[in-house]
């Protein structure tokens, strides 16, 4: 069974951190990208991150460049998402997913991912 296990979302104020995290089981981890999406009340799903681990090779919208790091931890199928100096506007449900194919992406769209986690709400009051 595909399972994609999101957790590490909380409240935190303004310029604060948090680290999500995404467990991965059922699949070959070295096989896909996976990464992250937001989605805020009202707006559409946002793809933010990934990470294509066996190119080494990362992915960020413009919005969290500088802010947010993606790692991935292959011995325990995992993906991290280290997000710092959290502002308001990152408030959502972040959602990790997994799309298939080895190699870099310069996209990372909601449409067309293979599997999805549940997602964790992440909440920055100013």
């Known amino acids: 069974e595909v399972q994609l296990q999101a957790s590490g979302g909380g409240l935190v104020q303004a310029g604060g951190s948090l680290r999500l995290s995404c467990a991965a089981s059922?699949?070959?981890?070295?096989?896909?990208?996976i990464g992250w999406f937001r989605q805020a009340p009202g707006k559409e799903r946002e793809g933010i991150s990934c990470i294509s681990s066996s190119v080494n090779s990362s992915y960020y919208t413009d919005s969290v460049k500088g802010r947010f790091t993606i790692s991935s931890d292959s011995a325990k199928n995992t993906v991290y998402l280290q997000m710092n100096r959290l502002k308001p506007e990152d408030t959502a449900v972040y959602y990790c997913?997994?799309?298939w194919g080895v190699g870099t992406r310069t996209t990372w769209d909601y449409r067309g991912m293979d599997y999805w986690g549940k997602g964790t709400q992440v909440t920055v009051s100013s």
């Open positions: 059922g699949f070959t981890f070295d096989d896909y990208a």
């Open positions: 997913a997994a799309d």
